[in-house]
């Protein structure tokens, strides 16, 4: 059984010949593989749109509190700042991690695929790449998290002189996500697994 | 659709290509390279995630209806409910974090349990075979937008973001929640893809599944 002529798809599992330019699956018709070239393009904009969300995110508040009618607006970092501060070290950690660290981690790792996909990588780095690329799909989600506490605060603070509100940065921040995990998706697989090797 | 083709699996960490072979009951299959565990004897653990679904969408129901928290901040008291917090969102112009919310807490946790339910319900019965396969299809998409764990850990964040602020009381679809949360880990979101076409392959063929060489 040679494995490169297999395709895993990543949407239902079950295993699909790898033929031709574009797959389909054959069991959830989805496309799992596409033209090389224009997967990625693809990937190259979704990622450098959802890194400039990121910025986007990480320079405007994501939660506002207007009490007596005066606005103080923080952003993630300074979220982090004042949770460390106030002694919550991890939960300060945790949001540091989630909003700041994995994003990141993401976007390196995607970077580091589109760079590479073209050289020639050996079997155990190629396996190494899929893990990593495998631990990103799994902790993504919770990047998240700042989000939800946002919306969270929003929907408990609305009294009369005080009132917690999202800001742009949160905005910007679900779109990061959204752009961030279509990028992913759109490196199909076989760009990974591909090595010039044959083992 | 009973090509070789399903005979084989691959590993979603390290896509080692592998034969499936028939099961005992209560073992599971691991990659031979990593170590990954591939899939698990299905008889019992589909009966039990169709039990523990129709429990959840009883939990999901009650967390959405009564308040999570009850808050009252300088002698102004707030509930927190789940949908009126998403329709804030929307009222407050923030339509793509609502959205957000609205698919990820609301609508896909709910479509995974009616999936279950409805597959559960189907196979029983051994009909609709075709519209059980898209039942399966659209509960694998769908359970990967369910983030009802993140937002359950995200009220502890918020609590303690609150905490000096605001006296804090616990409502009854907090405690739902949290159960809810335990099922989902334990009894569902365990159920890997291939576990249900396994399933489905044995509840819908007449004959035994007795593939693998
Ligand atoms: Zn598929
Ligand atoms: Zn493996």
Redesign the interface.
């Known amino acids: 059984?040679r494995?490169e002529k297999?395709?895993?798809c990543p949407?239902?599992?079950?295993?699909?010949?790898s033929k031709g330019d574009i797959v389909y699956c054959?069991?959830?018709k989805n496309r799992i593989s596409g033209k090389k070239e224009i997967n990625l393009q693809n990937a190259w904009a979704l990622l450098i749109a959802a890194m400039l969300f990121y910025l986007i995110a990480n320079l405007n508040p994501i939660l506002v509190v207007v009490k007596f009618g005066v606005l103080s607006e923080s952003t993630i970092m300074e979220g982090v700042v004042s949770?460390w501060e106030e002694g919550?070290y991890p939960?300060a950690a945790?949001?540091f991690i989630a909003s700041i660290f994995v994003p990141l981690l993401k976007f390196i790792l995607i970077l580091y695929i589109l760079i590479n996909y073209k050289k020639p990588t050996g079997g155990s780095r190629r396996?190494d790449q899929?893990?990593l690329y495998?631990i990103t799909e799994v902790i993504g989600?919770?990047s998240?998290?700042?989000?939800?506490?946002?919306?969270?605060?929003?929907?408990?603070?609305?009294?009369?002189?005080?009132k917690i509100?999202?800001g742009v940065g949160?905005?910007a921040f679900?779109?990061m996500v959204?752009l961030t995990m279509l990028s992913a998706m759109s490196i199909d697989?076989r760009l990974?697994?591909e090595g010039k090797d044959g083992d | 659709m009973s090509d070789s083709l399903d005979e084989l699996i691959i590993c979603s960490k390290c896509h080692k290509l592998h034969r499936r072979v028939k099961l005992p009951h209560k073992k599971v299959a691991k990659c031979s390279h990593c170590g990954n565990i591939l899939y698990s004897s299905v008889a019992d653990t589909m009966q039990k995630a169709i039990a523990f679904a129709i429990t959840a969408l009883t939990l999901f129901i009650i967390v959405n209806i009564f308040p999570i928290l009850k808050v009252t901040i300088a002698s102004e008291q707030t509930n927190l409910i789940v949908p009126e917090m998403v329709y804030i969102m929307f009222e407050n112009g923030f339509i793509v974090i609502g959205s957000m919310l609205l698919i990820v807490v609301l609508l896909a946790p709910f479509i995974v349990l009616l999936s279950f339910i409805t597959l559960g319900v189907l196979s029983y019965l051994k009909i609709y075979k075709h519209f059980a396969r898209k039942i399966i299809l659209f509960l694998i998409i769908s359970r990967q937008w369910a983030m009802v764990d993140i937002f359950t850990i995200s009220i502890l964040v918020a609590l303690v973001k609150l905490f000096g602020y605001a006296e804090i009381h616990f409502g009854v679809a907090f405690y739902a929640l949290l159960l809810f949360v335990i099922v989902d880990i334990f009894f569902l979101k365990t159920i890997r893809p291939t576990e249900l076409w396994i399933y489905f392959d044995r509840k819908y063929s007449d004959r035994k599944y007795s593939k693998g060489s």
Request: hydrophobic fraction near 55%; proline fraction near 2%; aromatic fraction near 8%.
């Open positions: 059984m494995e297999y395709i895993r949407y239902c599992e079950s295993v699909n010949e054959r069991n959830c949770l919550n939960i945790i949001i396996v899929a893990k495998h989600p919770w998240m998290i700042d989000i939800f506490v946002v919306a969270i605060l929003t929907g408990i603070v609305h009294m009369h002189n005080v509100v999202a949160a905005t679900v779109l959204l697989i990974i697994k």
